[in-house]
């Protein structure tokens, strides 16, 4: 059995068995042990997809369960489990499960050092840029995740991490620095493979938070080829108006341009009804085996809830991806 399977399936054992002590009945007495620090909460996500150029479906996209654990001590703990696409119907297959699979997003432990510094240890997002650190389907905008964010670079690694702020005047500046140590041995058939990777992000600023990505990867294709990886990405705010940018280009061992990609998304409050939202977006995407891609959207979406999203969006322009097909998308999305 692969290592990364034996990694998983024990990840597994052990969220369930703390699920089952974080929901037992409270002790009779006032005392607070070590197992009380536990929170179980997640989301999960259903949609319908009319793509352009092939047949429409209907799915529950995910459901993710995130246990949490923390106390008076330095230390604290994150678990993601995710079931992707565990129900699916199209016209060929009517209900199926053929494209459900477990992923373990996130397992890892926090260690506060000081006021500035904190050190992290397991499996994480990389920090790199907004959306593919907050892209959990209810703190996002919409059902398509932009092509650039999920493309380029590797979106998690397991490895090591140290992170902080560090005051300035007004603002803080937001630190982290991470380092792959041990490759993932299994990938699903879409996933790209990435490996031995490290970076840093720098983020600043208050009315504008602006970030810096640097990072450094090899990326498996024919060969195992190095790149470097430069990334820019802003979020403001224009009155009730949200603008969110990002923007990253690869270059090789050469300093030969290989892809870049970057998008453009506003998020403003439309006068038809109670915190219903117009969202526009427009990317642009190139790799060197993927060609250059340009893409729009347009949508609408209601916050019903602070914790439930309805998301209703037209795409258009060139090439598809599996996390954003080209068409009708309608989503609904809750954090529990």
């Given at each position: 059995m692969p290592l990364i399977n034996k990694?998983?399936?024990?990840?597994?054992?052990?969220?369930?068995?703390?699920?089952?002590?974080?929901?037992a009945e409270e002790p009779p007495t006032p005392q607070k042990g070590v197992m009380d620090g536990f929170r179980l909460g997640g989301y999960t996500s259903a949609g319908i997809t009319v793509p352009r150029e092939s047949e429409a479906s209907a799915a529950i996209n995910e459901i993710s369960l995130i246990l949490t654990w923390e106390n008076e001590s330095r230390f604290k703990f994150f678990?993601?489990?995710?079931?992707?696409?565990?129900?699916?119907?199209?016209?060929?297959?009517?209900?199926?499960?053929?494209q459900s699979n477990i992923d373990l997003e996130r397992f890892y432990l926090d260690y506060n050092l000081s006021d500035n510094i904190n050190l992290r240890g397991g499996r994480f997002l990389t920090p790199t840029g907004r959306w593919n650190q907050l892209h959990a389907s209810p703190l996002v905008w919409t059902s398509s995740r932009p092509i650039a964010t999920s493309r380029l670079f590797p979106t998690a690694i397991n490895g090591i991490m140290t992170f902080g702020a560090i005051p300035l005047n007004t603002s803080a500046l937001e630190y982290s620095v991470f380092i792959e140590t041990l490759k993932d041995q299994d990938l699903n058939s879409d996933e790209l493979n990435f490996k031995n990777t490290k970076g840093a992000r720098i983020a600043f600023g208050q009315q504008a938070n602006i970030g810096v990505n640097l990072m450094?990867?090899?990326?498996?294709?024919?060969?195992?080829?190095?790149?470097?990886?430069?990334?820019?990405?802003?979020?403001?705010h224009y009155h009730?108006?949200?603008?969110?940018?990002?923007?990253?280009?690869?270059?090789?061992?050469?300093?030969?341009?290989?892809?870049?990609?970057?998008?453009?998304?506003?998020?403003?409050?439309?006068p038809i009804g109670?915190?219903?939202?117009?969202?526009?977006?427009?990317?642009?995407?190139?790799?060197?085996?993927?060609?250059?891609?340009?893409?729009?959207?347009?949508?609408?979406?209601?916050?019903?809830?602070?914790?439930q999203l309805l998301k209703l969006e037209f795409?258009?322009?060139?090439?598809?991806?599996?996390?954003?097909?080209?068409?009708?998308?309608a989503s609904f999305a809750v954090l529990f």
């Open positions: 990694f998983r399936i024990s990840s597994v054992a052990v969220l369930l068995l703390l699920c089952k002590v974080a929901y678990g993601e489990l995710e079931l992707e696409k565990p129900l699916t119907w199209d016209d060929d297959n009517k209900f199926h499960s053929k450094s990867f090899e990326e498996k294709n024919t060969t195992s080829t190095r790149y470097h990886m430069l990334g820019l990405d802003f979020l403001t009730d108006i949200e603008i969110l940018g990002e923007a990253f280009q690869r270059w090789d061992a050469h300093n030969n341009s290989s892809g870049y990609g970057a998008y453009l998304q506003t998020a403003i409050p439309l109670t915190n219903w939202y117009g969202i526009t977006r427009v990317e642009t995407y190139q790799r060197p085996d993927e060609g250059h891609q340009q893409r729009w959207l347009l949508g609408a979406t209601w916050r019903v809830k602070p914790t795409t258009g322009g060139s090439g598809d991806q599996p996390e954003s097909p080209r068409g009708f998308l």
